[in-house]
C-alpha cells in the first residue's frame, strides 16, 4: 500500500492566519491527491481532489498544490467554522489510502 | 437533497457477521460509483471497497479482502457491505460515500452517509 504521512499532526492558530499543511507519499501519485475536512462526530468532507481542484461549494481561501510525493493544503485566512481535522487520501493504484491526519486547534 | 443512510451496526461477537445497508436519495444512484469506508475511534478514515455504478467492477482494501463482500441494488438505491468473521479491530464507525473522478481527477468520495457504529467485543 502506498502511505500517506501527514504533518504536522496538530497546530494552533488564530482567526486570520494562514494555514499550510503537508501530505507526503512514499511512491509518487501523480496528481491524484484529495483533501478532506472533518469536524467531530461527523463524515468526512472533500475540499479539493485531483490535487488542486476546489470542489463545489468549498470556499475560495481552500487551495490545494502538488505533485509527484509533495503535496500542500493551504488555508489562506483561518476562519472559525475552519478548526477541524484534515485528511489527504490518494487515488493513484486500487488501495486507497488516507494520512493520519492534521488538527488544526485554536491558538 | 443527497444523502445517504447507513444502518445495520450492531455490537457482535469476535467471529461474527454484520450486513451494513445503505440508502441513497436526492440523486440519480445507479449513476455512481460507490464505496465503503471505516474510521476507528481516534484514527483516520480507512477505505475498505469500491463497487461501479453497475456493480461489475468491485475492489477491497487488503484489510477485509476475502471477509467483507460489497454489493449493491439499483432497483433499491442501495449498497450494502456484508462483513464476516469479525475482529476486534473492525470496530469503527462505517460510512458509504458516493464515488466520482475518472483516470484523469482520480477517485473522490463527495457525498458521504452519517456512519453506523460497528461494535466487535466479547
Known amino acids: 500500500d502506498i502511505q500517506m504521512t501527514q504533518s504536522p499532526s496538530s497546530l494552533s492558530a488564530s482567526v486570520g492566519d494562514r494555514v499550510t499543511i503537508t501530505c507526503r507519499s512514499s511512491?509518487?501519485?501523480?496528481?491524484?491527491l484529495n483533501w478532506y475536512q472533518q469536524k467531530p462526530g461527523k463524515a468526512p468532507r472533500v475540499l479539493v481532489y485531483?490535487?488542486?481542484s476546489l470542489q463545489s461549494g468549498v470556499p475560495s481561501r481552500f487551495s490545494g498544490s502538488g505533485s509527484g510525493t509533495d503535496f500542500t493544503l493551504t488555508i489562506s485566512s483561518l476562519q472559525p467554522e475552519d478548526f477541524a481535522t484534515y485528511f489527504c487520501q490518494q487515488s493513484y493504484n486500487t488501495s486507497w489510502t488516507f494520512g493520519q491526519g492534521t488538527k488544526v486547534e485554536f491558538k | 437533497e443527497m444523502q445517504l443512510v447507513e444502518s445495520g451496526g450492531a455490537l457482535v461477537q469476535p467471529g461474527g457477521s454484520l450486513r451494513l445497508s445503505c440508502a441513497a436519495s436526492g440523486f440519480t444512484f445507479g449513476s455512481y460509483e460507490m464505496n465503503w469506508v471505516r474510521q476507528a475511534p481516534g484514527k483516520g478514515p480507512e477505505w475498505l471497497s469500491y463497487i461501479s455504478s453497475s456493480g461489475s467492477v468491485i475492489y477491497y482494501a487488503a484489510s477485509v479482502k476475502g471477509r467483507f463482500t460489497i454489493s449493491r441494488d439499483n432497483a433499491r438505491n442501495s449498497v450494502f457491505l456484508q462483513m464476516k468473521t469479525l475482529r476486534v479491530e473492525d470496530t469503527a464507525v462505517y460510512y458509504c460515500?458516493?464515488?466520482?473522478?475518472?483516470?484523469?481527477?482520480?477517485?473522490?468520495?463527495?457525498?458521504w452517509g452519517t456512519g453506523t457504529t460497528v461494535t466487535v467485543s466479547s
Open positions: 460515500a458516493r464515488g466520482r473522478g475518472d483516470y484523469v481527477e482520480g477517485h473522490y468520495m463527495d457525498v
Open positions: 485531483a490535487a488542486s
Open positions: 511512491h509518487s501519485i501523480s496528481s491524484y
